[in-house]
Nanobody, 124 residues
Framework: QVQLVESGGGLVQAGGSLRLSCAASGRTFSSYAMGWFRQAPGKEREFVAAISWNGGRTYYADSVKGRFTISRDNALNTVYLQMNSLKPEDTAVYYC?????????????????WGQGTQVTVSS
């Protein structure tokens, strides 16, 4: 069992940056792949980025590639999402998720554990 708590969301102007954090509880965190998803009002939840258990592999949605960076610190049981050059279309609730199979999936049903989400709002 893994419990996830996101933080770091907020209001930022277009072109600005934010860093999201996801703190995990549970001794098995370091063996899980982790992902970030987002959901804007009236839209389906969409994949943002994923990282393997040791950080050696990452995977990004085309819409954020080159602007967002996913990383993790297994000693702190935390995964991060550094978001640069933010755009108004990045506005959404951002969720972190854990995948015990360590597969870098991009589909929400491939992840077993979810946080409660943190709001990111980018103003134009």
């Amino acid at each position: 069992q893994v419990q996830l708590v996101e933080s770091g969301g907020g209001l930022v102007q277009a072109g600005g940056s934010l860093r999201l954090s996801c703190a995990a509880s549970g001794r098995t965190f370091s063996s899980y792949a982790m992902g970030w998803f987002r959901q804007a009002p009236g839209k389906e939840r969409e994949f943002v980025a994923a990282i393997s258990w040791n950080g050696g592999r990452t995977y990004y949605a085309d819409s954020v590639k080159g602007r967002f960076t996913i990383s993790r610190d297994n000693a702190l049981n935390t995964v991060y999402l550094q978001m640069n050059s933010l755009k108004p279309e990045d506005t959404a609730v951002y969720y972190c998720a854990a995948n015990p199979s360590n597969y870098l999936g991009s589909l929400f049903y491939e992840y077993d554990y979810w946080g409660q989400g943190t709001q990111v709002t980018v103003s134009s």
